[in-house]
């Protein structure tokens, strides 16, 4: 596409990579355009890790960018003299944070591999060609539906499908580096750019080398398959390798206390242990192996050792015209030498044996230990029979290293036996021991330090049978526990209720902490919440957290379809909001009644309000329970309604007869052919989320601005906003339509100061 040179900016005398676009590629507006775009899009990037744009032009028939002159080489480059993890980790790091300014910018790379990485001569690795970019948001047809772009080594699995990317995919890419710069080549290889694709898709993450052991579970997030199991923004990479690094240099924060004086790290030592040592068992297991199994029997010569043949691969020099191409050498010197050599196992056996078991005894000793003083990661899944042997085993490490006083005061002398003694024996020691005056008190000299002050530690909860735990400690919580001022990591739990953890800082005084446990929400639960004197609220569903596809790609205002994912659980209103919860707050704010056009009031959803009227009701419901009440987004909307399934409605197929109250292909008794109304909420089956009418009686008011698209839609389920909008969404079909117009993912836009006599509304709340 083109060519760099290394020129000079006369005007100001520096150096710069200048790009120049081939000119047999001017007549194709394709490369053209992508030419343009690199530069505009780098020129709105401004980051320090990302190639800095100074000038663009075209100087005859000469398209051309100038831009930073990078004298550093690419990651490419410093692959082929050896790259350490340290410095692997800082490159992610950097080009992690590059990436997050990109998305945030909507900008994606799509190209991200060693040779787009280059350095400064500093050092620094900056983020280079954008050749390639894309914007996230856009309706751009640079790349068509289908078509793939990037290079297939570093293809994210989304991006090798065709399918739409953003960020998590850039995401990928720089996981495939990551890979390649700690083992020295891409995770998955073939000969064809199918075939790598395939492996994509796929193959499993590949295990990286015991020595970068510790890496695994971040590669592995870089590297999901599914692009909501990964790290979803840069800066979150950037934070896993902090973590990374503060495990790595022993820097977590320590804390003494008079219990603990030397503040010994042992569940990070226990870590480094495991570490360094799983390569060695590993190449001394295979060593124990391979001579258990050379061992042979034959007849004639009885119990012998197989000799194992050593394979030697010579690669011929450039000169010879066969270079790259491996010769096998197999000779009987080769053969005789071996035998020798393993024709007596000598010595060498026992002592790597009893290294071995010495090994796992010092593991399994660190193990246990740790098991003691710390709460372990999946410590609940240990077979009982395990964690009991290991506490055991602490105990009587304990009582090795601090064995306790010997019974009955005995000395030095006795070696701490105790003898058994006479009557006549046990009389002169009592009498000795009366005619004995009492040792003097030893004076305490003035200028001996005195002990630290230490101060207590009074945690009360609710429940009163959680658990509490100091867990940067190694003694057990008890009330009053003493500590010497610092900062201490209090952790309370209990089944059913949330898990609350919180940083004290314990300074010249005692320090009383209360904690009320939030119990953990149940899908499914029903609960009401108290509006004072107007008694009850209404009814809320708690929704699981989960994540769904949103949209349909055959309806051009519900595209593109894309992955919507909810972290925490919310609630929402078992039914649609009736006359009979609407005017409890018309009465109390004192404004008029709505119209129900004759069908009756109680039990009937609330019709003829506006989309600001909705959002009183929801202001006045928060206001008098204290809880966070607001109308619910397009997207939970949606993935209520679906309610785990993944047609165009909950139930199976798409006969609506009897399941909702609709115009059309309902037969709905409340609705006629000169005659339909609304139907009192719950007068149809639920959905699997006890959801009652999300299909059909009337469409619902929701908290997004309209708009007839679903690009830059958020994936995080909150709504789509742009100021003040005059046009907001319903969703849900009504009175009004017709059975197939109460699809799941059909929606409407509505002019927000106007009421509809077949729009209500309900009402969701937050739960953290």
Same mark, same amino acid.
Not at 369 to 386: F, H, K, M, N, V
Not at 424 to 432: F, G, I, L, M, W
Not at 648 to 677: H, I, P, Q, V
């Given at each position: 596409?083109?060519?760099?040179?290394?020129?000079?900016?006369?005007?100001?005398?520096?150096?710069?990579?200048?790009?120049?676009?081939?000119?047999?590629?001017?007549?194709?507006?394709?490369?053209?355009?992508?030419?343009?775009?690199?530069?505009?899009?780098?020129?709105?990037?401004?980051?320090?890790?990302?190639?800095?744009?100074?000038?663009?032009?075209?100087?005859?028939?000469?398209?051309?960018?100038?831009?930073?002159?990078?004298?550093?080489?690419?990651?490419?480059?410093?692959?082929?003299?050896?790259?350490?993890?340290?410095?692997?980790?800082?490159?992610?790091?950097?080009?992690?944070?590059?990436?997050?300014?990109?998305?945030?910018?909507?900008?994606?790379?799509?190209?991200?591999?060693?040779?787009?990485?280059?350095?400064?001569?500093?050092?620094?690795?900056?983020?280079?060609?954008?050749?390639?970019?894309?914007?996230?948001?856009?309706?751009?047809?640079?790349?068509?539906?289908?078509?793939?772009?990037?290079?297939? %080594?570093?293809?994210?699995?989304?991006?090798?499908?065709? $399918?739409?990317?953003?960020?998590?995919?850039?995401?990928?890419?720089?996981?495939?580096?990551?890979?390649?710069?700690?083992?020295?080549?891409?995770?998955?290889?073939?000969?064809?750019?199918?075939?790598?694709?395939?492996?994509?898709?796929?193959?499993?993450?590949?295990?990286?080398?015991?020595?970068h052991s510790l890496f695994q579970p971040v590669l592995n997030k870089l590297l999901a398959k599914d692009p909501d199991d990964r790290y979803q923004r840069g800066r979150e990479v950037v934070e896993a390798i902090n973590n990374l690094n503060n495990t790595l240099s022993g820097n977590s924060t320590r804390y003494l206390t008079d219990t603990e004086p030397t503040a010994v790290q042992i569940f990070?030592?226990?870590?480094?242990?495991?570490?360094?040592?799983?390569?060695?068992?590993?190449?001394?297991?295979?060593?124990?192996?391979?001579?258990?199994?050379?061992?042979?029997?034959?007849?004639?010569?009885?119990?012998?050792?197989?000799?194992?043949?050593?394979?030697?691969?010579?690669?011929?020099?450039?000169?010879?015209?066969?270079?790259?191409?491996?010769?096998?050498?197999?000779?009987?010197?080769?053969?005789?030498?071996?035998?020798?050599?393993?024709?007596?196992?000598?010595?060498?056996?026992?002592?790597?044996?009893?290294?071995?078991?010495?090994?796992?005894?010092?593991?399994?000793?660190?193990?246990?230990?740790?098991?003691?003083?710390?709460?372990?990661?999946?410590?609940?899944?240990?077979?009982?029979?395990?964690?009991?042997?290991?506490?055991?085993?602490?105990?009587?490490?304990?009582?090795?290293?601090?064995?306790?006083?010997?019974?009955?005061?005995?000395?030095?002398?006795?070696?701490?036996?105790? %003898?058994?003694?006479?009557?006549?024996?046990?009389?002169?020691?009592?009498?000795?021991?009366?005619?004995?005056?009492?040792?003097k008190a030893e004076p305490i000299a003035l200028d001996a330090p005195l002990p630290p002050p230490s101060f207590a530690i009074n945690v009360k909860v609710e429940p009163e049978n959680a658990t509490i735990r100091i867990l940067n400690i190694r003694d057990r919580y008890y009330p009053g526990i003493k500590l010497l001022p610092g900062r201490y990591h209090v952790e309370v739990s209990n089944k059913?209720?949330?898990?609350?953890?919180?940083?004290?800082?314990?300074?010249?005084?005692?320090?009383?902490?209360?904690?009320?446990?939030?119990?953990?929400?149940?899908?499914?639960?029903?609960?009401?919440?108290?509006?004072?004197?107007?008694?009850?609220?209404?009814?809320?569903?708690?929704?699981?957290?989960?994540?769904?596809?949103?949209?349909?790609?055959?309806?051009?205002?519900?595209?593109?379809?894309?992955?919507?994912?909810?972290?925490?659980?919310?609630?929402?209103?078992?039914?649609?909001?009736?006359?009979?919860?609407?005017?409890?707050?018309?009465?109390?704010?004192?404004?008029? $009644?709505?119209?129900?056009?004759?069908?009756?009031?109680?039990?009937?959803?609330?019709?003829?309000?506006?989309?600001?009227?909705?959002?009183?009701?929801?202001?006045?419901?928060?206001?008098?329970?204290?809880?966070?009440?607001?109308?619910?987004?397009?997207?939970?909307?949606?993935?209520?309604?679906?309610?785990?399934?993944?047609?165009?409605?909950?139930?199976?197929?798409?006969?609506?007869?009897?399941?909702?109250?609709?115009?059309?292909?309902?037969?709905?008794?409340?609705?006629?052919?000169?005659?339909?109304?609304?139907?009192?909420?719950?007068?149809?089956?639920?959905?699997?989320?006890?959801?009652?009418?999300?299909?059909?009686?009337?469409?619902?008011?929701?908290?997004?601005?309209?708009?007839?698209?679903?690009?830059?839609?958020?994936?995080?389920?909150?709504?789509?906003?742009?100021?003040?909008?005059?046009?907001?969404?319903?969703?849900?079909?009504?009175?009004?339509?017709?059975?197939?117009?109460?699809?799941?993912?059909?929606? %409407?836009?509505?002019?927000?100061?106007?009421?509809?006599?077949?729009?209500?509304?309900?009402?969701?709340?937050?739960?953290?």
């Open positions: 596409m083109s060519t760099v040179y290394l020129a000079i900016q006369l005007s100001v005398g520096r150096e710069v990579a200048l790009k120049v676009m081939s000119p047999a590629l001017n007549a194709d507006p394709i490369f053209s355009e992508r030419f343009q775009r690199e530069a505009n899009i780098v020129g709105q990037l401004s980051h320090p890790h990302i190639v800095a744009i100074y000038d663009i032009g075209r100087y005859k028939n000469l398209n051309y960018i100038a831009m930073d002159y990078l004298a550093g080489g690419s990651v490419h480059d410093k692959m082929a003299n050896g790259l350490s993890a340290q410095e692997a980790l800082r490159i992610i790091q950097e080009i992690a944070n590059s990436l997050d300014h990109a998305h945030e910018k909507g900008y994606i790379h799509r190209d991200i591999k060693p040779e787009n990485i280059l350095f400064r001569e500093d050092g620094a690795s900056v983020l280079s060609d954008f050749g390639v970019a894309k914007t996230v948001s856009s309706a751009s047809k640079m790349t068509n539906a289908g078509t793939v772009v990037g290079t297939p %080594h570093y293809m994210s699995p989304e991006q090798a499908r065709g $399918k739409p990317v953003d960020g998590r995919s850039d995401i990928y890419s720089l996981g495939v580096v990551f890979y390649e710069m700690l083992t020295g080549s891409v995770p998955f290889r073939a000969e064809e750019a199918v075939a790598i694709a395939i492996k994509h898709l796929t193959a499993p993450i590949p295990t990286l080398p015991p020595q990070s030592l226990f870590k480094a242990l495991l570490l360094t040592s799983y390569a060695a068992l590993a190449a001394q297991t295979s060593e124990l192996f391979s001579y258990l199994f050379s061992w042979r029997w034959n007849p004639k010569r009885g119990l012998y050792r197989h000799p194992k043949v050593i394979v030697t691969e010579i690669h011929s020099d450039n000169s010879t015209g066969e270079a790259n191409r491996a010769t096998v050498v197999s000779t009987r010197i080769q053969r005789a030498a071996h035998y020798q050599a393993m024709k007596s196992p000598g010595l060498g056996w026992g002592l790597r044996i009893s290294a071995l078991g010495a090994l796992l005894c010092l593991i399994w000793s660190a193990f246990s230990i740790a098991l003691q003083r710390y709460q372990l990661p999946g410590e609940q899944q240990l077979p009982s029979a395990i964690h009991s042997a290991a506490l055991r085993s602490s105990q009587q490490l304990h009582l090795w290293f601090n064995p306790p006083p010997p019974a009955g005061g005995a000395t030095a002398e006795t070696n701490g036996l105790v %003898h058994r003694t006479t009557k006549e024996t046990e009389a002169k020691e009592n009498k000795a021991q009366l005619k004995t005056p009492p040792p059913g209720y949330d898990k609350e953890e919180q940083w004290l800082t314990l300074e010249n005084e005692d320090l009383n902490l209360k904690v009320s446990l939030r119990k953990t929400p149940v899908p499914g639960a029903v609960f009401h919440n108290q509006l004072g004197k107007q008694g009850k609220g209404p009814a809320m569903v708690i929704i699981p957290a989960g994540n769904f596809n949103m949209g349909d790609s055959s309806n051009s205002e519900s595209a593109p379809v894309r992955r919507v994912r909810f972290k925490q659980p919310f609630a929402i209103s078992q039914y649609e909001i009736t006359f009979a919860d609407f005017d409890k707050y018309s009465k109390a704010s004192g404004t008029r $009644k709505l119209s129900d056009n004759r069908w009756g009031r109680g039990s009937r959803p609330a019709i003829n309000l506006s989309w600001h009227q909705a959002q009183s009701y929801v202001k006045w419901l928060r206001k008098n329970t204290g809880r966070k009440y607001r109308l619910p987004s397009e997207s939970e909307w949606e993935y209520v309604a679906r309610a785990g399934k993944t047609g165009n409605f909950w139930w199976k197929g798409d006969d609506a007869k009897g399941r909702a109250n609709c115009r059309r292909g309902c037969e709905s008794k409340y609705s006629g052919l000169f005659n339909t109304k609304t139907a009192p909420v719950g007068s149809y089956k639920a959905n699997p989320f006890k959801i009652f009418d999300s299909a059909g009686n009337v469409a619902e008011w929701v908290a997004d601005c309209y708009q007839n698209h679903y690009l830059g839609a958020p994936r995080d389920g909150s709504a789509i906003s742009s100021g003040q909008c005059t046009l907001r969404s319903s969703r849900g079909g009504s009175i009004k339509s017709t059975s197939h117009e109460l699809s799941v993912h059909k929606r %409407h836009k509505r002019e927000a100061t106007k009421g509809y006599s077949d729009v209500g509304f309900r009402v969701a709340v937050d739960l953290y």
